[in-house]
């Protein structure tokens, strides 16, 4: 009886367990609002994706894309946040007009992240990204190390954080060194629009020795005019993002003479998120180192960017087997769990009916008891009187009798018995009665006003009264059966009882 209870607790812990985990432990959704599309944020995306399952926690990392567009960028954070996620990572288009949306959000209770891009109030709950002040300055040494005459600044849109910082920086080391001329202009992080603002400061006259632009896209469109104004090599050019593929490879093939690695690290954001989300402690505002990439380091740097990248993409690989296989385990899981529901259930059903037929079993054996008793009770002479005194409703209960009629009954009775007799003696019916012969004969002669032999005789010839009345039995028979001992003597007796012959009874039918 234990070990089933203990079998069944097991077996109820183990259902338990199987539906309380959802197969990968915890998993908390994260939703990411990208500004925009680009190699830079390609790369973080991926990175993220990768990270989904790095940690103790498990995360699901949703990314939407908002095309540079900041209305778009709006009904996404909305649609994310209504879908449910646990925690929101945004690196905004713009500041400012996402703030309205940021604030729905966080009055739902989900925390935000930003990432890249900083928020414009304190509404948010930590902030992750590289340093674009140390990154304007770090472009601005560089070039102040390289000497030269005129520096441009080529910026990226002024009413992002990084550009505005990226901006102060330069701009400080700028300042800072008088004996250059600084011109800066803003070309909303398109390739295109810094394309048309070098063509427009050539035409001007002056040629910068330097250009700065706050992304290697950017860097791209001075390239493609410095080629087509055949000034190549004449104009030095820096970016900043520092991609393999993209600025790495612009300054292995010389078209800049620079570019600054703006940090990605997806995986340290999924990090901090899931710190947030499981209470661990976290910093508020998480600095991402960078660094420069220069004809000197450059194929060193591209080398160690490379093999990130690919470790990036057997991380990603890793992680959809494992996605692959958790999906496979949660079906597996779901089986295993309505197994043993069914099994649960069965034993259940199967104790019940046992239980259930042990139950009839027993009220089978009940009924039988009852019935035998019930049988040999109505079948017993003894037990049918009682029930038949029971059965009568009190009215009708014979009135009690006295002594004399219980002597009188038993004498009847006695005499019937030994009726047929002729030769009993009046002792033997004393001793019947439990009386000697005196006290039979005071006793009837009191009763019924005849001696025990005038009762015997007068019985005797009543009997033969009834006999010849109700059967065919001859006189004689009838006579011998009565106890008289000649049929001529029960004749004769016969006559002086009732007046008449026996065989004149018989005659009258
Ligand atoms: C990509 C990008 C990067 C730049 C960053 C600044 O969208 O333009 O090239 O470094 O954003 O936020």
Known sequence: MQTRCFFLTDLLLCVILLTGCTGTGQEYHIGVSQCGAGRWREKVNSEMLAAQHLYEQHAK????CANDNTERQIQQIDSLVNSGIDLLVVAPNESAPIAEAIARVRKKGVPVVYFDRKATNDQYTAFIGGSNVEAGKTVANYVVDLGGRLVMEITGSMSTSPAQERHEGFAKVMAENPHLTYVCREADWSSDKACSIIEEQVKTGSIPDFVFCHNDGMATGVYKAVVELGLEGKVKIIGIDGLPGEGIEYVQFGHQEGSYIYPTHGEKIVKLALDILTGHPYE????????????????LVDLNSRELMEQNEHMITINNKLEEYFGMYNIQR??????LVTILLLIVAVVIAWRAYIQMLKNTRQRQSMNEEQTLFYTDPARRKIQQLLDTPEENLPAPRNQDTLFAERLNE?????????NIKMEDLGEEMGLGRVQLYRKVKAITGLTPVELLRKMRLQQAYVLLGNTTKTVAEIAYEVGFNTPGYFSKCFKEQYGKLPMDLRSEE
């Open 61 to 64: 990392v949703s990314i939407a």
């Open 284 to 299: 508020r505002e998480n600095v991402l180192q960078g660094m420069m990439v220069t004809p000197d380091n450059v194929n």
């Open 334 to 339: 779901k089986l295993l769990t309505g197994s």
């Open 414 to 422: 006695a005499i019937r018995k030994h009726m047929s007799n002729p």
